[in-house]
Nanobody
Framework: QVQLVESGGGLVQAGGSLRLSCAAS????????MGWFRQAPGKERAFVAI????????VYADSVKGRFTISRDNAKNTVYLQMNSLKAEDTAVYYC?????????????????WGQGTQVTVSS
């Protein structure tokens, strides 16, 4: 089992930036492929960005490419999501997720561990 705790959400104006963090409880954090997902009101949860166990591979949703950056620090058991040039349509609850598998996938059903979510609201 691994517990994930997100932080860093909040209210920001369009064009602004936020950095989300997700701290994991396990020392075997480096064995987990990690991802960020988001869920807007009335919509299904969708992938935003995924990072491989070593951090050497990243995958982004088309809607955030060039604006968001996922990274991880395995020594700190933490994964980050740097969000720049935020838009109103980025408003959602953002979730951190992990899977104990080397394969990088983007489907929510392939992730076993989830944080409680952090709200990001972008005002236009």
């Amino acid at each position: 089992q691994v517990q994930l705790v997100e932080s860093g959400g909040g209210l920001v104006q369009a064009g602004g930036s936020l950095r989300l963090s997700c701290a994991a409880s396990r020392r075997t954090f480096s064995s987990y492929t990690m991802g960020w997902f988001r869920q807007a009101p009335g919509k299904e949860r969708a992938f935003v960005a995924i990072i491989s166990r070593s951090g050497g591979r990243t995958v982004y949703a088309d809607s955030v490419k060039g604006r968001f950056t996922i990274s991880r620090d395995n020594a700190k058991n933490t994964v980050y999501l740097q969000m720049n040039s935020l838009k109103a349509e980025d408003t959602a609850v953002y979730y951190c997720a992990g899977r104990n598998n080397i394969v990088v996938v983007t489907s929510t059903r392939d992730y076993d561990y989830w944080g409680q979510g952090t709200q990001v609201t972008v005002s236009s």
